[in-house]
């Protein structure tokens, strides 16, 4: 396993325990944090293959992270916004509870 | 050098799977901020500073903030109080999915033959960075600035919907 | 230096006092007055350079002609004129509008329209002065509609007055009838010819090369072109002077102010037919070399001009309002004057024109002087022993009475009167309307006497007559000034110096002697002393003592009398004729509308509706009960469908976690088999 | 060639407007009139610049712009203005803004109001400066909807009905105009006029028509002549006009007989003489005697109205019918010997000025009976009124200057269209100019009926009481249209310098293929 | 940290040559290590120590302004006070809460002067003297600065109090407001300079015009602006009176410190006359003109000396503006923030802009550039000044 696996394993790892976290838990706050910890994931991987690419392209990787950042920032601020929204009208924020969208 | 990844690694994934598991909401942010601040660790290390101190602003210094928030504001909600052969079928199951997934990854990098180029970082001046955004990038650099401004507004609008708060108020 | 090219300026100066009137507010009355008088009063001085200019050279006629629009490949071009005609008519028209204006000051002066009254006058001289001054028959048609406008302004000018409103209506209406006549004519003559201008250095419409074209037997039967043009362009003329089927509205245009009826009725605008005739004159007259024409246009013209003046006569005598007598006889002098320009001496017809204009005009002013002074009663029969109380009034009066009766020698009615009888003497078509004219002196001279000694002799015979004092000097001197013009005029055109003739035509007419046909005059002479006579006789010996009296003639012959006294009845038969004609042609059309077509298209609507209700039966039955089967099984496979979305974000979320690995797997296989 | 899209603006700029009232909900009462009155006014600047950039010597289109837009239908967006065009884009920018000054006092909506009016401001505008049949056509129909819309809500009693009646009715014709085309379209593949117009000159257009079957050429003919004799309207398909003419609120009464009437005779000179010179040529005998019978009947149908909207309507059927009496009595005469060149120019002219002039006296009469109509509460029969002329001499004034230009005195603009007209048809079909000439005193006739009893004799009915003279406002309205009558009584060479060379060039190509 | 400037003179080089000095004897890799272990120390010797005399000067200072002597019983002019306080708090016994979160209870103060330490790494003190060159130092900067955020809200939260809470609400919100317009204040200072390195930046700003006007920011129309509204927000950020809105005293008894005693609150103390001295080096880094002499002639003071000068010009405005200006309400404070600073900032990144712009610009277009850029910069101030003087009227309390 050279540097470049173990980071993506690093990142595959992180990746999965975001994902259980988004399943596990009820709350919408901890859901969200867990989409923010696999975009991170997701960004690690950017990084790991731009510094060890062997072409080495000039700092895609690195822009692309900077896109994501900002992305996952607007995100967070949505995602939060709305569990503010659906507290104030529904007084929980427990995801299970929220299904006014079913079909 | 592994070393050092090795325990940036360990220290985000160890503080990333308390949050997740962790009872108080409080702490569980407390333990992401820490695991975010891992893995700008981990982009100190790989050569990438911009990035890192970009992470920290932005993770750290705002969506940490607003998750606190978030928390503070939603306090009433009643908790995890889903009866517990609800929650436990629920976490039985995201682990399984978890793993699986999880299983998947591991094995496509094990499997996959990944070459490894130089040991040193490439070269990025944070000058060349912004050349590079304001030139090759600057189209998706204005189409992201539009994109932080409407959810911006959304975010505002939402948050206020109703209770009559200055815009300002919200972080 | 063309005098012609400052032509417009005639016209121009009393248009501007007209719209300087009509955007002065109510209360502006010396200001609108004083434009007035000043305008006219630079009107008449230019006249007079006008006419001294078009008297260097009589043959010449000046025109300065210029282009208006142009159109397609061509243009329309009008243009002014001067010849001694234009000048004296110049002269005249702005003379008579002066004194009238002056006139005016005194007799509309409690009228709280003044200001408005004076820009309707000054608009109508201008309108005037243009039709005389046009060399183009378009531009003289323009102004001669704006006569007719003005005339129907100030006929209407007591608006409030329904009477007064109708006959406006009805003077613009009969008159617009004769112009549509002459506006066909004038299109006619326009596509015959292409130019309307009348003098254009050779392709003039009066000039040989045209009227030349214009002489041919074009239409069916032989006639010339120029005799239909000629006819309608008399139409035109008839409208405006009152010519005999035409001449109703002139009696009722006595509803307007009597400066108006003196002004319009008598002395200028009912002239400006006769003018017509005698501008277009060798147009008119181009047939005459067409021997075989079964019809020449001016014998159309003298016809109608020996009707109209025996016709007006004869209603003149019946009638017992003070201004309609005058209007009758106004109509039978403009008779006399298509009298004469029928029988070919249009010169003649100018002449009675301008001495007719002077004791028309003074006759009206002495008849507005009385009604003025009588606080506006004009029956003759409520009037009578004025004379001693206005004497300056009953002095003038007398000087018109004589002049228009053709009292001998002194008075200028008398040799303008000599020299249309004359001329119809010398007529070879027809004796008929010397026949006509020699009846119509009688008459004249009969009803003016008549009215004469009803209105001034006697004594008073009503409380509005007894009160009657002398008008002021605004009225009284320019009586005074068109006695004097009603007087010394007539010795312009005697035979024995007949400047006038010889300055109108152009040519030197050799002076003759005094009386140039002595039977005629004698007879004439003898008509008068007839007529004189017998008015004195009836009315002059045993004054009417009140006014419910009868006539003396109204109890010998009652039916003639009231027969006359209706207008022979003319305006009924009108009633009959045009105005249920027209009105049966409106109910026609509007029946059609509201039956006719829109019936059809109701029809159309309903046939539409009912195609429409067939087919909404079938589609309710047919059609829909498939689309609903159809639609019903949809329903159903969504709400199945639908069960799947749970709503549960987490639940999504463990689907896709499960169907990547499930996927990978899958590829996996797939890819080591 | 101007860098601007001028005509685009032209005809967008309304619209522009009506978006932006559209879009600004919160917009006072002042605020959208005072929006509307302005983008309405565009109309009137943007024709000032064209006017100094139009080339007056010559008589094709000008300032074309042409951009392809569907390929597969060969559509473009094809704008042009010759004479024709600008005459009627002049007269649309005036007659706007005093239509919709004339509704500023109206009750409702201003916002609604102001919106629709802009919509069919544009839409007529439209309908003038395309040159291509596809979006011809849909300003053609656009300008029926909000009109319907504006008749029917701001309208008298009978407005329900009258609107219903014009809509269906004027769509009916389309829908014949809109066949027509199609059938065109099969069988050229073009839709733009000017390809028709060359089409049409020299007969491949009925060749390729007839190719389709011989009862196509007349067919289609037939369906064009239909859709403009309705809007037009041509005796007898003129019975919505007095109804909807009557029942709509003054403002768009004004439009309607100044602006939308004129869309039918431009159709007339623009496609259906150029595009079927021949059927056209075959039929003017049978349409000269309908277009007298407008001429004629309609004069003395207007006689019998009590209604003074009504009465107004009728006199506008009068007056178009003399424009279609011009254009028949051209084509009838098309195909003879050159001299009649200069009698059709005259013609054609007169027509010209005749849509203008009518345009001008129409809608300041609208304009002057919606004034009696306010003052009288609503009433607006010659019988309820008396001796108005005595309460507001200034309104007696104006309107009767607007009469007499209606019926034609001369000196004022009237004139000099039906005099042309006049001695145009005399030199083509002498009978007919004879006839029409009932027309010319009827309307007279009637004309003067309704002042003498509306504005004469002692004051009667609505006018018994107190009765305002004109406004401030009115006289805004009134006096620039009052003054372009004089002014074009005088002067008729502003208009026809304008449209002259295309005139001259009507003129000499009579020729029949 | 290089091995320092060999061409100065003595005076200049004498850091270097103090550190060289210890180290030389060492062999290379410790060498390094050592040299960075020197810097730390140094840094936080001198910055310990300059807490210290803060926190006497301001007692000084504020008591003069308020016409009273100040701490005058220890030592000399009461010079030896600090170290009374100090004693004082190390010998306070250290209260936990028994409802407190006792591990985040103590992480907060650590945390928090661990962050504001860490901004002292990429200021400049003198010629090539900084602790760690960074190519994005001033990013760095605000990273660590904002971390600082969390740790006070770790300590509301854990005290387990409300007062506390509330407090560390507010100061989240009043710190992420005023974030931002500090930030969009330096961003046209980056624009100039075109780097993020702060040690460049400096030098960028060296050289004068005619000899005697500096090259510094502050010296430009939008320089000025921007060092105003960095001022502003620094205050804020720092908790500075007017803005000492989470601590303020009459409210919310002590804020986040309430539950905080002995040392911890000393660390406090500490951590935030840390923010506010690292605040003051970054806007004299940035503004003006960090260690370069204000006159070419006065070049030969060494460049440690003029930023130390400048500092603590800086920190007794500090203290000068809390002696004289009442505090904000919190609805004031915020809509400060966003109404006023942010687009203030926001039009002087624009002013910032067209001053690059117009670089080449000479002679009377001189004149011009600076007519625009001070139209640019005080247009803005004055309009926004007047939009947002309009809303705040005295609030009308509703259930008082």
Known sequence: ?103 | MSAALAIVALATLGSAAAAMLGRSLLRSIFMLAVSWAGVAAFYMWAGAQFVAFAQVLIYLGAISMVALFAVLLTRQSRDEASPPPAALRRAILAVVAAAGVAAVLLWAVAHSPLAVSGSLAPATSVRQLGFDLMGRHAAALLVVGVLLTIALLGAVVLAADGAQERPGDEP | MNPASHLWVIPALPLLAAALGALTPRGGRRLAAGAAIAAMAGALIASCFALHAALAAPAAHLTCNFEWFRLGGGAVRLGWLLDPLNGLMCVMVSLVSLLIFIFSLGYMDEDENFTRFFCFLALFAAAMLGVVVSNSLLLLFVSWELVGLSSYLLIGFWFHKPSAAAAAKKAFIVTRIGDLGFFIGLVWLYDSTGSLLLYDGGRGILEAHALAGLAAPALAGGLAASTAIGLLIFCGAAGKSGQFPLHVWLPDAMEGPTPVSALIHAATMVAAGVFLMARVFPLMAADQALASAPLHALTVVAGIGAVTALMGAAIAVAQDDLKKVLAFSTVSQLGYMMLAVGVGSWVAAIFHLLTHAFFKALLFLGAGSVIHATHHEQDIRRLGGLGGRMRVTFATFAVGMMALAGVPFVFSGFWSKESILHAAMEWEVSRLPLWAGLAGVVLTAYYMTRLTFEVFAGRPRSHAAEQARESPAVITVPLLVLAAGAILLGFLGTPAWPWLQSQLTGAAVPSGPLIESPVLTAVSVILVALGLGAGWYLYGRRPRSDAGAADPVAAAFPAVFAFLAARMKLDELYALTVGRLSSALSWLADFLDRRVWDGAIRLLARLGELAGLMNGEADRDGLNAGFDAVSEGFRRAGRAYSRAQSGDAQGYLRALAVGFVVLVVLVLMGCSR | MSPLPLLSLVIFAPWIGAALIACLPRLGAGACRAIALAFSLSTLALSAVILGCYERGAAGYQLVEMHGWIGALAVHYHLGLDGLSLVLVLLTGLIAPGALLASWRQPGSPRLFSLLFLLLQGAALGVFLALDFFHWFIFWELSLIPAYFLIRLWGGPGAGRAAYQFVIYTLGGSAFLLLGFVAIFAATGTLDFVELARMGADGSLAARLAALGGFWPKAVFAGVLLGFAVKVPLFPFHTWLPPAYAEAPTSVSMFLTAVMSKMGVYGFLRLLWPLFPAPLHAASPFLIWLALGGAVLGAFAAMRQSDIKRMIAYSSINHLSYCLLAIFAVSAASGRAAPAGDAAAAALGGTLLQMFNHGLSAGALFFCAGILEARAGGRRGLGDFGGVRTAAPVLAGLCGIAMFSSLGLPGLNGFVGEFLIFRGVWGLVPWAAATACLGLFATALFLLTFWQRVFHGPRAGAAAGPFADVGPLDLAVLVPLVALMFLLGVLPQLLTGLFNPLVASWAAHLSLP | MSAGPTDAHLLERAPFLLRDWLTHALPEPLRWFANTLIAIAAILAIFGTLFALLTLVERKVLGRVQNRPGPNRTGWFGILQPVADGIKMLTKEDIVPRAADPLLHFLAPVALLGFSVLTFAVIPYGRDLVAVRLDAGVLYFFAAGSATELSIFMAGWSSNNKYALVAAMRALAQLISYELPLLLSAVPVVLAAGTLSAPDIVESQGGFTWGFVPHWHVFTPWGAAAFLVFFISALSESNRSPFDLPEAESELIAGHLTEYSGFKYALFFMAEYFGMCSLCGMAVTLFLGGWQAPLAALEFIPSYAWFALKLCALLLVFIWIRATLPRLRMDQLTRFAWKFLVPLALVNLAASAFWSLSFGWAGPMQALRWAIGIALAVGPFVLLGRRLGAGIGPRTYRYA
């Open chain 1, 1 to 103: 396993m050279n540097a470049l696996q173990l980071c993506l394993a690093f990142s595959s790892l992180l990746f999965a325990v975001g994902l259980a976290g988004a399943l596990a838990r009820s709350n919408a706050i901890i859901v969200l944090l867990g989409l923010e910890l696999m975009l991170n994931a997701a960004n690690i991987n950017f990084i790991a293959f731009w510094r060890f690419s062997p072409s080495s392209a000039p700092a895609t990787g690195v822009i692309f992270v900077l896109f994501s950042i900002a992305v996952a920032a607007a995100e967070a601020a949505v995602g939060m916004a709305l569990v503010i929204a659906i507290y104030r009208h529904q007084k929980t924020i427990r995801l299970p509870d929220a299904t006014d969208l079913k079909g």
